[in-house]
Structures are given as C-alpha cells and as structure tokens.
C-alpha cells in the first residue's frame, strides 16, 4: 500500500488542486518546508526517546566527518525517515517535478553538510543548513548536544530552541561521535546493536547507560 492511498483520508481534491496549481518554485520550496518539518520531529523523537536512540546512535558513531558519514545510518532509519517526510507533501498535492527537483536537492545537501569543509554559508548559514552548522549537530561537545536537528532550515531549531552556532565563525567542534563506551565496530555489529538488552553508548549525561 503507497503512502498517498494510506493517508487518502486526509486528502482534500480543492487544496491539492490549488496547490498544483501554484508555481513550481513555490511548490518547491513548500516541499522544503514540509518535509523539514518532519524531518525535525523524527529526528528529535530518534534523540530523546531512550529506546530509540541505539538506532539513531549509529549515525553518530562517526568520529570523522566527511560526505560519506550521511550514508551510515541502521537500516531502520531511512525506512521510517525517508517514507515519512514526503507525506505532507503528497497529501497536499505537490506536482511531481518539483518534489523530484527537492529529491536531488535533499540527496545533495546531505552529502555537502557532512562533507569536511570549512563552510559556514556566511550570510545565507541562517537560512540553509550548512556543512558548519551540521558538524555542530555531530559535536560530542557538551554545548551541542541535542541541537540542530533540522536537514535545511535552520529556522525550525531556532523556533523551537535547538539552534546552536557560535557567533565566532573559526569556532568548530572540538570532538566527534558518541560518548561512553563505543558502538561495536562494523556497520553489521552496528545493525543488531539497537537489538541488544542494556545500551553504554550515549550522548553526554543525557544518555547514560540504559
């Protein structure tokens, strides 16, 4: 069963026909907005719900950054991640191209803000997620944790008091990773982590051993 005809109770034909009737540029950035939206809820709920957090750690278990760190995700992660955020926008009628044009934007995006680039965005990083402002979000740094939690607007942490960016733009993370004792090695020991009784790793005093 597709997500649109799960969710077909909750289709109104006049909005999603408004909707599409709209610029694609507005379609577009709608699309953003949305599934940003989303993408911050889970991704805080994948934070601070204690049984949760194992999947997600195995994203953070990374103690380097580079563009391929957007890739290490639990198997469990995409299929709940990447089958929600576009929801919304299917309910609300957004035309196919561009949802496909916000597709690549997304699958790029996430490969520049792990990148090791010393990006900020200057003007622009309050306004799109930049590498500097995601390497924040990856900081084992105390004053880091459980902030930035969006994938492109930087905006909806700071409305909802999880933006986190030093003025001082020579300022980056002095660490990375986890804290406690490490995630078993390989992406397979990785996989049944989440599955295991009794969890060390954590994030800071705000995960301790479960």
């Known amino acids: 069963m597709t997500a649109p005809t799960f969710f ?7 909005v999603q026909a408004f909707v599409s009737s709209l610029p694609w540029t507005i379609q577009f950035v709608m699309a953003i907005i949305l599934a940003d939206l989303v993408e911050y809820a889970i991704h ?22 580079d563009w391929l760190a ?6 469990l992660e995409p299929l709940v991640m990447r089958a929600l955020v576009l929801i919304p926008a299917f309910i609300l009628g957004i035309e196919k191209e561009p949802l496909t044009v ?10 520049l803000i792990h990148a090791n680039i010393r990006w900020d965005l200057g003007p622009l990083k309050y306004v799109l997620t930049s590498p500097r402002y995601h390497h924040w979000h990856h900081s084992s740094d105390d004053e880091a944790i459980d902030k930035n939690y969006v994938a492109h607007l930087p905006v909806i942490d700071w409305i909802f008091g999880t933006f986190y ?4 733009k020579q300022i980056w993370p002095r660490r990375y990773g986890t804290i406690g004792v490490a995630l078993p ?5 990785q996989f049944f982590y989440p599955f295991r009784r009794r ?7 705000r995960r301790d051993a479960a």
């Open 8 to 14: 077909s109770w909750a289709i109104n034909h006049g």
């Open 44 to 65: 805080r709920t994948l934070h601070e719900v204690k049984w949760l957090w194992p999947i997600h750690a195995v994203h953070h278990s990374v103690e380097h950054m």
């Open 70 to 75: 957007g890739s290490r995700l639990h198997f």
């Open 102 to 111: 916000y597709i690549v934007f997304a699958g790029f995006q996430a490969g």
């Open 165 to 168: 960016m030093p003025k001082d």
């Open 185 to 189: 090695k390989g992406i397979i020991r």
């Open 199 to 205: 969890h060390s790793v954590g994030l800071g005093g």
